[in-house]
């Protein structure tokens, strides 16, 4: 399942939330005020169900000026935008700070959405697209797929979903494997259930019975219920557009910018330091201690800025600093956020939260720059799971994270025995080396290794396993042969699987002959032995033992892998026991005669050149005889 969030951006009266209806059948517009002014003013939330069948979350956000409020509350922890551009009006203020909203965001995957198409002409629709093209270049939607539509005529819908469907199965999905983290955007009452909030749950599993806190209140409550997409679940995942019904806890100590977590992962703190990118485009610069609005998840606060080394920033410029805040953020290390002027309130820059629980700093300091640019990087631990969990291959030396994350390779060393310790990294042993992979993806790793091998003995229950080279293409196509053959090691050390020569099988998996397919297998040796030289064809062996489709392709592949029989040619078989009687009477015919022909052949096994032919081939292939013009001579 793609645990993806789709969100929609674009100017006021552009389309979105009639798009969003068009697409989802949900009117996203659920306020009387929105209904009466015909604009979206609260976020809008709806499934989406795409071709494919597979379900997403999309988010309508309001275009107005007056609420990037409340679409930046939307726009954060989204995957894949929606950036929609009205046909008739092109691109227009809020088109542009919604897409700089997205740069700084650094939303990556993206569709351009022209709607109202049935409103133009062919010619303006191109200009339309030129113009687009060009607001686009250097941004992070510059090579986003563009397709024009209609909501009202339904003109393109089709082809806009099955781009998105393209689009989400790009789209990698959020990690589960972190603590669980939901910036809160909506809060309200249902009676018989009480409080429910909703959100985007960022990373992690959340669980019915689970205790969270809510900060920055350190309220600590129990989730009673959990809904994604409008159905109850007993668990929810990252990337999942979740309804969170809590116990403990009245809707009033709640509010839109408080954070769900798992107690102990978050803190709440007045200052923030951060790499900050000014947007060149609109030519406003900082003074220090400008105050500003920053935008983290979906909570607005209040701050000043304290540049660290120097008294302006310039539009297009970027530099440390530390924000002094007047109400808490509670934030990661990586988190992205958006800055918008004080008033009036325009989106001027964004950037990367570097440390979310800083000490005070004094300004012109190079130790502290220095320190900060570090911390940018990550600490040495937490580069060393970057690399590994970042990877493709998946499976790295100490040498290969040293050259990912530019730390000393004995301090790379230092770092993966403690990760050992605590169990985050397995060591595979290699030659001369050991490769490393985080326990998350040696979990993943197996349960797909376990999943399609069970798949594989279940279609081919009388093969001894999977070709080792199948299994790797199919599963995982990034890792080296040589390296894949560490990783089965390493597995087949745990029991986890059984390798045998080119073949791997679950650890307890066995062939398995029912008695009714011993009897269809005695069948067939028993017909194959009456004329042993001049057998009957596998159709007709198959037929008179009972077998068909599959399992009749099966039981010759098992006949041939068990050495009861041989294949000569097509359709020409031959029991084991007659080929070795054959073998003897070739051999010793050669040793009298010094040499054996095709007639000869035949008539020594009292057989018809149809099998004779094709049986002193295969003894060619086997190296057991060497043909020598018109004879066979006995290989040496």
Not at 12 to 27: A, C, F, I, P, Y
Request: hydrophobic content about 40%.
């Amino acid at each position: 399942m793609q645990r993806i969030i789709i969100g929609t951006a674009g100017h006021v009266d552009h389309g979105k939330t009639v798009l969003t209806k068009r697409l989802t059948g949900v009117d996203t517009d659920r306020l009387k005020e929105e209904k009466e002014r015909g604009i979206s003013i609260e976020l809008g939330f709806a499934p989406l169900t795409l071709p494919s069948g597979t379900k997403v979350g999309l988010v309508d956000v309001p275009g107005h000026e007056r609420f990037i409020k409340n679409m930046l509350a939307g726009i954060a922890g989204i995957d894949l935008v929606l950036l929609v551009i009205a046909a008739d009006e092109g691109v227009m203020p809020q088109t542009r700070e919604h897409l700089d909203i997205i740069n700084l965001l650094e939303v990556k995957k993206g569709i351009v959405v022209i709607t109202k198409s049935d409103l133009v002409d062919e010619e303006w629709l191109e200009l339309i697209k030129q113009d687009i093209t060009q607001v686009l270049a250097g941004t992070v939607l510059e090579n986003a797929p563009m397709v024009a539509v209609s909501a009202f005529t339904g003109t393109g819908i089709a082809e806009l979903l099955t781009m998105i469907d393209k689009q989400a199965q790009e789209t990698p999905p959020k990690e589960v494997t972190g603590k669980v983290r939901i910036p809160i955007d909506r809060v309200f009452t249902i009676t018989g259930f009480g409080t429910v909030i909703t959100g985007t749950l960022w990373a992690g599993r959340l669980k019915v019975g689970d205790m969270v806190e809510i900060l920055p209140k350190d309220l600590n409550v129990r989730v009673r219920t959990l809904q994604v997409h409008g159905e109850k679940v007993p668990e929810a995942t990252a990337g999942q557009r979740v309804a969170v019904n809590l116990a403990g806890v009245e809707a009033e100590e709640i509010e839109r910018g408080d954070v769900l977590a798992e107690p102990g992962l978050l803190e709440t703190s007045f200052r923030m330091d951060v790499r900050l990118r000014l947007l060149a485009h609109n030519g406003i610069s900082l003074d220090q201690r400008a105050r500003v609005r920053i935008h983290h998840g979906t909570r607005e606060v209040l701050g000043r800025i304290n540049l660290l080394d120097r008294e302006e920033l310039l539009p297009g410029d970027s530099c440390f600093c530390q924000l002094v805040l007047e109400t808490p953020l509670m934030a990661l290390r990586g988190d992205h956020y958006v800055m918008r002027t004080y008033s009036p309130m325009i989106t001027i820059g964004g950037g990367v939260i570097v440390d979310p629980v800083p000490g005070k700093h004094k300004r012109y300091k190079e130790e502290v720059i220095k320190t900060l640019e570090v911390k940018s990087l990550g600490n040495p631990r937490d580069l060393v799971l970057q690399s590994l969990s970042e990877d493709p291959m998946g499976m790295l030396t100490p040498k290969d994270i040293a050259g990912k994350t530019g730390l000393e390779e004995p301090l790379v060393g230092e770092q993966l025995n403690s990760l050992s310790r605590e169990g985050e990294v397995f060591a595979v042993a290699g030659e001369g080396t050991g490769y490393y992979l985080t326990r998350d993806r040696d979990v993943k790793w197996r349960l797909s290794a376990q999943k399609r091998l069970k798949e594989f003995h279940d279609k081919y229950p009388l093969r001894p396993g999977m070709p080792k080279e199948e299994l790797r293409s199919r599963d995982f196509p990034n890792i080296s042969g040589k390296v894949f053959n560490l990783l089965v090691e390493h597995w087949e050390n745990t029991g986890l699987i059984r390798a045998e020569s080119q073949n791997i099988a679950a650890g307890d998996f066995r062939v398995e002959i029912s008695p009714s397919l011993e009897k269809a297998i005695k069948t067939i040796e028993e017909k194959l032995l009456e004329q042993p030289f001049s057998p009957p064809g596998w159709e007709a062996l198959a037929e008179a033992a009972g077998l068909a489709g599959e399992m009749k392709n099966e039981v010759l592949l098992w006949l041939q892998n068990h050495h009861r029989v041989a294949k000569l040619a097509e359709d020409v078989l031959i029991h084991n026991q007659a080929l070795e009687e054959g073998k003897e009477k070739i051999k010793q015919y050669i040793k009298e005669h010094g040499m054996i022909q095709l007639a000869e052949t035949r008539d020594l096994l009292n057989t018809s050149r149809k099998y004779a032919l094709p049986l002193l081939e295969y003894l060619d292939q086997i190296k057991f005889t060497r043909r020598k013009a018109d004879t066979r001579i006995l290989f040496s």
